[in-house]
């Protein structure tokens, strides 16, 4: 008797018994259950019903919160899932006033840009105060040889058209339209506007047109007319004039919103600026905090509501600098801590991130100046880079 309880005992101290069988598993039952009885659940009115008004408050609060974010989440997904198989096609905006800003050769700058870099999409400006300089008298020779190189090279082109187009003071109106009544210019506008697309629209390189850059931005440039029957009635007759084109109108970034509002185009813009210098509050470098899927729920958002898509027609390559700083006389040192080759290969990436497939570059021309004014190709090697990368994925594609 005494060795057979020896010989249990003996058992029960057997780690892999102590775990499975025996006086300890009833043991760990009997624990288990004294504690579920001690537990209490309510039912979710009682709950509600203790809780405070500041506590209801926060609750409702965070759960709009989840709910929100979740919702932009899920919708930015779905966006990228969806148009995951189309190609990229990286673009560039060329300006060139802002290479002659540079001391540059605008033609020079954009054959660099296509027989160098390797781009093959370009977004140009057909500023009004450029082209018409008197009433009535057109010089289109500046923008024939951007159409003629890019014809040469099967590049395809963005043209900018209206009064409201990229780089400051973003309304480019001529020194004689300026102290006409808003009525009047416009009628000159909206005939400029013609000769444009006139002339322009049978050329192989033009793509798509870009009407009235960032139209209802008030907080930059010079601009003070924001009539959004304007819009319209120049949306209109750029469809009447040349209806084989898509038209694009742009919106500001970062602005939650809907663009609901007519005109519809064939596509949406955003622009995407991500590290700028603050001059109202912190008064320094400042970085958007917004992931690349916050841009991703815009154009989802806005494609499940109106059935359009939307491009980057602006993201940001180039320094957001202090006002007293000047982009072309600048130290390097201050210029890089805005924009420098690494952030320019992050923020090409960013882009792509956000899943919208047509991406124009802005600051192409500083790259260039950069390189051959100060030696620095950095920039521009990481353009050519990022370039040719997304050629080997499209071809896959």
Known sequence: ??????????????????????????????????????????????WWKERSILQKLSVIIISLVIFSVGSMYGIAQWYIWKHSKEQTQLGVTFIPSYAEYFGLSPQETMRALIYDAGFRHFRLVSYWERIEKNPGQYDFSEMDWQFKMAEETNTKISLAIGLRQPRWPECHIPSWAEKLPDKEWEVYLTAFMGKVIDRYKNSPALQSYQLENEYFLKAFGMCTNFDRDRLVREFNFVKQQDPHHPVIISRSNNALGLPIGKPTPDQFGVSVYKRVWDKTITHRYFEYPFPAWYYAFFAGAGELVTGKDMIIHELQAEPWMPPSFDLNTSPISEQDKSMNAERLRNRIQYGEATGMKTIDLWGAEWWYARKVKNNDPSLWNVAKQEVQKVQRTNAYK
């Open 1 to 46: 008797m005494q060795k057979k309880k020896r010989k249990q005992k003996k058992l029960r101290s057997l780690p892999f018994l102590r775990r499975h069988w025996g006086t300890n598993e009833a043991r760990y039952r009997t624990r288990l259950l004294h504690h579920w009885q001690k537990f209490r659940i309510e039912k979710p009115s009682f």
